[in-house]
Antibody, heavy 124, light 109 residues
Framework: QLQLQESGPGLVKPSQTLSLTCTVS??????????WSWIRQPAGKGLEWIGR???????DYNPSLKSRVSIFRDTSRNHFFLKLSAVTAADTAVYYC????????????????WGQGTVVTVSS | SYELTQPPSVSVSPGQTARITCSGD??????VHWYQKKPGQAPVLVMY???ERPSGIPERFSGSSSGTTGTLTISGVQAEDEADYYC????????????FGGGTKLTVL
């Protein structure tokens, strides 16, 4: 059974870089018609897609965050990572990693499963 | 930027039918997917590709899409269905970046 688990510092200072790890077990991040995403939810607000990394290693990012976001991977450890630079209080949220599932030739995809999420607070 | 629009709230009594809508200009061309989100828990996929129900999701959950509106229907609502529900699709421009609706709070009266 595929499982994802987020980890990383729960507190980040303003202007610094947020770094999170998603550990994937029960499946490989470098095979299949899948991609691997980061999604966040600020308290009291909705879900926001941050970006994704494909099994090929290519990436896509939310245009609103693109200048500050980097997603990369370590296939030998079956982990993928999120870095978000120059954080502010607006980046305080629960951060989730999730597997994106797509069908060849069909645009778009859906997310299943999700990790349990990790709370990141931006504060001095 | 592309948006998916959901009603902020829907309220139904136990045993009734709840319908949650999601509107987006690209939905005639792209699938809509749905997630259930309870406080302190990760989102759970309850419907994908408009009307496909994942394994383990009760049959009372169903989905449809017509024109620019996708609909998640919960028949015979139970107290445990009280949650936030989010639709998700993709922006039809460029590399099909993913987009979520603003979420709908389902209250079981």
């Amino acid at each position: 059974q595929l499982q994802l688990q987020e980890s990383g510092p729960g507190l980040v200072k303003p202007s610094q870089t947020l770094s999170l790890t998603c550990t994937v077990s029960g499946g490989s991040i470098s095979s299949g018609t899948y991609y691997w995403s980061w999604i966040r939810q600020p308290a009291g607000k909705g879900l926001e897609w941050i970006g994704r990394i494909y099994t090929s290693g290519s990436t896509d990012y939310n245009p609103s965050l693109k200048s500050r976001v980097s997603i990369f991977r370590d296939t030998s450890r079956n982990h993928f990572f999120l870095k978000l630079s120059a954080v502010t209080a607006a980046d305080t949220a629960v951060y989730y990693c999730a597997r994106g599932i797509s069908v060849f030739g069909v645009p778009g995809s859906w997310f299943d499963p999700w990790g349990q999420g990790t709370v990141v607070t931006v504060s001095s | 930027s592309y948006e998916l629009t959901q009603p902020p709230s829907v309220s139904v009594s136990p045993g009734q039918t709840a319908r949650i809508t999601c509107s987006g200009d690209a939905l005639p061309k792209l699938y809509v997917h749905w997630y259930q989100k309870k406080p302190g828990q990760a989102p759970v996929l309850v419907m994908y590709q408009d009307n496909e129900r994942p394994s383990g999701i009760p049959e009372r959950f169903s989905g449809s899409s017509s024109g620019t509106t996708g609909t998640l229907t919960i028949s015979g609502v139970q107290a445990e269905d009280e949650a936030d529900y989010y639709c998700q699709s993709a922006d039809s421009s460029g590399s099909y970046q993913e987009v979520f609706g603003g979420g709908t709070k389902l209250t079981v009266l």
